[in-house]
């Protein structure tokens, strides 16, 4: 089983600063199958990223995954008011699919 | 826009089945581009996931649950079910089922909460 371990656990930031967010495989991750999810309070996940780099359909260009083999980033170029959620990472390159801990990016 | 909507009962009792149906719409079950999964997220905690089902009936399973779990599918209602067996507190969870493709888990229903409790 791949076990992802995300960091920070929260983020404290302003409106229109720069977030980085960081999750790492504890092997290499197949075909770099690497999404991120965004999650609100009493919502589902939101998918945001898959194969590490590709923006899900209707996600705002502000939000850009990177990353390959064990290493990967979630970048928000500019935080939205409405960007403030908890972010997962997950991988589908092998059974079974895991997920991150999750960051928190909260408003400071 | 394909949809899910999960639906169950909300409290189980210990050592009981929890049994819980997601309805698709806006899209075939039987498409044969997707894997039909359940996903669950215990209060405040993260994200585990539970197993999938292809429509043809070929099933991958969560090992640390595969004791317990039965995942079908019933194409001619586009739904498919879940059924736990055995249930403890530690089953105390928001359910999710969702749509695993080429782009990851693109489509989530809203979830639904149950509670293992006498």
């Known amino acids: 089983e791949i076990v992802l371990t995300q960091s920070p656990g929260t983020l404290s930031l302003s409106p229109g600063e720069r977030a980085t967010l960081s999750c790492r495989a504890s092997?290499?991750?197949?075909?770099?199958?690497l999404a991120w999810y965004q999650q609100k309070p009493g919502q589902a996940p939101r998918l945001l990223i898959y194969?590490?780099?590709s923006r899900a359909t209707g996600i705002p260009d502000r939000f850009s995954g990177s990353g390959s083999g064990t290493d990967f980033t979630l970048t928000i170029s500019r935080l939205e008011p409405e960007d403030f959620a908890v972010y997962y990472c997950?991988?589908?390159?092998?059974?079974?699919?895991?997920f991150g801990p999750g960051t928190k990016v909260d408003i400071k | 826009q394909v949809q899910l909507q999960e639906s169950g009962p909300g409290l189980v009792k210990p050592s009981q089945t929890l049994s819980l149906t997601c309805t698709v719409s806006?899209?075939?079950?039987?498409?044969?581009?997707?894997?039909w999964t359940w996903i669950r997220q215990n209060p405040g905690k993260g994200l585990e996931w539970i197993g999938y089902i292809y429509y043809s009936g070929t099933t991958y399973y969560n090992p640390s649950l595969k004791s317990r779990l039965t995942i079908s599918v019933d194409t001619s209602k586009d739904q498919f079910s879940l059924k736990l067996s055995s249930v403890t507190a530690a089953d105390t969870a928001v359910y999710y089922c969702?749509?695993?493709?080429?782009?990851?888990?693109?489509?989530w229903g809203q979830g639904t909460l149950v509670t293992v409790s006498s």
């Open positions: 806006g899209g075939s079950i039987s498409s044969g581009n997707y894997y």
């Open positions: 997950q991988q589908y390159g092998s059974s079974p699919l895991t």
């Open positions: 969702a749509m695993y493709g080429d782009y990851a888990l693109s489509n």
């Open positions: 092997q290499s991750v197949s075909n770099n199958y």
């Open positions: 194969g590490a780099s």
